[in-house]
């Protein structure tokens, strides 16, 4: 298994500003991948952050919205810039662990973001 | 493109009942499938199923891979109140590469 943290676990923010989650996963992993919860759906995929490079978004999703680090092999930051109501989401960090027979993806705690 | 279906959406059941969840997946290069069960926030992991045929079992839990005709099922015997959460099927390709989520099954669980 992997263990993830992340923080913070909670936030309530002002519309118009910008908060900066934060995952730190045990040990080394190539790439980190971002979702997105909104209340009621499913997981959607934001982007795969991977450590000396850029990151790569999924359609309908942009780096000036979602500026995202990864500095080294154990941690990545999601910023949610310029925020609106509608970014109100469960934001999760998650890493793929290969193992047992094949690759299991693991998730962080998760971090309850709600804008007013 | 490559998708997970999950049903039924939703399901609601008493305590003491059995359920079955159903997960069916076009995924190309699909190598595993996976279960997860989410409470609150984060999914936590259940199971992986790599091979058809073979039954994986924790507790009240089971589940089975058909990979002829692209489905697996989860079932939960002996429901309890713990039980109720949004179960999601994913299907993992090779690589370094996220999973292709299903919406989930959310399963309320009364007593």
């Known amino acids: 298994s992997a263990v993830i943290s992340q923080k913070p676990s909670r936030d309530i923010c002002q519309r118009g500003t910008s908060l900066t989650i934060q995952c730190q996963v045990d040990?080394?992993?190539?790439?980190m991948f971002w979702y997105r919860q909104q209340p009621g759906q499913s997981l959607t995929l934001i982007a795969t952050?991977?450590?000396?490079?850029?990151?790569?978004?999924e359609s309908g999703f942009v780096i000036d919205k979602f500026p995202i680090s990864r500095p080294n092999l154990t941690f990545s930051t999601l910023t949610v810039s310029n925020m609106s109501p509608e970014d109100s989401s469960i934001y999760l960090c998650?890493?793929?662990?290969?193992?047992?027979?094949?690759?299991?993806?693991?998730f962080g705690p998760g971090t309850r973001l709600t804008v007013l | 493109e490559d998708k997970v279906v999950q049903s039924p959406l939703s399901l609601v059941v008493h305590e003491g009942d059995t359920v079955t969840l159903n997960c069916s997946y076009e995924?190309?290069?699909?190598?595993?499938l996976l279960w997860y069960k989410q409470e609150k926030k984060a999914p936590t992991f259940l199971f992986m199923l790599?091979?058809?045929?073979i039954e994986k079992k924790s507790g009240r839990l089971s589940s089975i891979l058909d990979k002829k005709e692209l489905f697996s099922i989860l079932n939960i015997t002996a429901t309890q109140t713990g039980d109720s959460a949004v179960y999601l099927c994913?299907?993992?390709?090779?690589?370094?590469?996220?999973?292709?989520f299903g919406k989930g099954t959310r399963l309320s669980v009364i007593a």
């Open positions: 998650s890493v793929v662990r290969t193992g047992g027979g094949g690759d299991t993806q693991y």
């Open positions: 040990s080394q992993v190539t790439m």
């Open positions: 952050a991977n450590q000396g490079s850029e990151a790569t978004y």
């Open positions: 995924v190309t290069n699909f190598r595993s």
């Open positions: 790599t091979s058809s045929g």
């Open positions: 994913a299907a993992a390709r090779p690589g370094n590469t996220p999973l292709v």
